[in-house]
């Protein structure tokens, strides 16, 4: 695997529903061969929203202290960086920035992950799929995408085509690409999330046509695995190479929220 790779999207146990120390997520990149990581665990949201599935506010200084700790041992042998996957819900701008004034962070990715009050990528409400239109849906869903991008809290668009990750693919394709069209305007990149290859999708985040969408716009992608357990990390880099570079598309990283590369 090519030394110069970095695996921007990674959790930790502190969000609730990821196994494996920071550490061993770490050594699992330099097994790898990997050049460097930036953990972006699920940051805390306000005490009503999704509380199973992410850090309290009271955990975060426990999360930067660990990830500074792997920094510190890993100097010289893996470049380890200090992000966040932040939430675009709204009504909760104001806590977000909030959250992110209050730590040196080097990444940030804002994903939408519910409409409404739905959920729609939990497994345990998969079902509500079967009540709603599809289009609806994906139009619903990219207008929030639209509206994380105008926020200018993030410097990417975390797992962008999210909705088909039980299968139910978009199949008018407009809202997405409207959506390209403002993340492009505003200069953001996107979360090229290979978890979508170990999801019923089979597919990584974004979608082939997508991934050629993005590249002709000029937009960049940040390569993840979004990793919940070590052995996750790096997952299928190679062909995420392949996929953006068949488009023309190119890769970046983020130090201290600029972007490089």
């Known amino acids: 695997m090519t030394s110069t790779l970095f695996d921007s999207h990674m959790h930790t146990p502190l969000c609730g529903h990821a196994t494996g120390t920071p550490r061993e997520y770490a050594k699992a ?4 061969g990997l050049t460097g990581v930036c953990f972006t665990d699920h940051m805390p949201m306000p005490a009503w929203y999704d509380a199973p599935w992410r850090m309290r506010l009271g955990q975060l200084e426990r999360y930067v202290e660990e ?3 792997v920094q510190a041992d890993f100097a010289g042998e893996l470049d380890v960086r200090l992000g966040l996957e932040a939430d675009f819900h709204p009504g909760t701008e104001r806590f977000v920035e909030g959250v992110l004034r209050a730590h040196d962070w080097d990444y940030v990715i804002g ?3 519910y409409l409404g009050a739905w959920g729609f990528d939990n497994p345990e409400f998969v ?5 709603r239109d599809l289009t609806q849906l994906y139009g619903d869903y990219y207008a929030l995408v639209e509206d994380a991008a105008r926020t200018e809290l993030f410097d990417a668009i975390g797992h962008l085509d999210l909705p088909k990750k039980f299968g139910h693919l978009d199949t008018d394709g407009h809202a997405a690409l409207h959506a390209l069209d403002v993340i492009a305007e505003r200069g953001l990149s996107l979360d090229f999330n290979t978890a979508g290859w170990r999801k019923p999708v089979a597919e990584a985040y974004p979608a082939p046509d997508l991934t050629r969408a993005a590249a002709a716009r000029g937009i960049p992608f940040v390569l993840g695995s979004d990793a919940h357990r070590p052995d996750e990390v790096g997952h299928r880099f190679a062909d995420a190479v392949k996929q953006i570079h068949d488009v023309g598309g190119r890769t970046v990283t983020y130090l201290a929220r600029v972007r490089h590369g």
């Open 29 to 32: 990149a330099v097994d790898a």
């Open 67 to 69: 990830v500074r700790q």
């Open 111 to 113: 994903s939408v992950h």
């Open 127 to 131: 079902a509500e799929y079967e009540a």
